[in-house]
C-alpha cells in the first residue's frame, strides 16, 4: 500500500488498478479503452481519476515522453489483503468463516473451485 495505509483505492480507482495490474504499464487512453468495455466513462474522467490516483500514491507516472506511462505503484495480492481484512472487520465482525459461509451460500461456485477450498480447508485442520 502507499506510503499512508489510510489511502484506500475507490471503486473506480479499483477498476483502473485492475487494468494496470494486468497490463503492467499503460497510457490514459489505453486504460480509458479498457474502461469503456465495462461502462460509458469519459476520456477526462479516466484522466482525472488516473492524476489523482498518481497525487495518492496509488500509481506511477513516467513523464519522459508526450504521452505519460502509467503503472500500479501499489502490489495487487497485498491490495486485496488490506481491503478483505477491512471487509471482514467491518462487515462480519472479524469472522472469516461467516465471510466464506455468505459467498459460498450466496454465489455460484464451481466443482474446481469447491475442490480447491475443500484442499484449503484439509490443510487447515492438518496444522
Known sequence: MPKNNAVKPTESELEILQILWKKGDATVRQVHVEMLEKKDVGYTTTLKLMQIMHEKGLVERDESSRTHIYRAAINKL???NFLLNKMIHGLFGG??????MQAL????VSKSELEKIQSLINSIKDK
Do not use: F, R, W, Y
Not at 95 to 100: D, N, P, T
Not at 105 to 108: A, S
Open 78 to 80: 497485498n491490495t486485496q
Open 105 to 108: 451460500g450466496n454465489h455460484k
Open 95 to 100: 469472522s472469516s468463516g461467516q465471510l466464506i
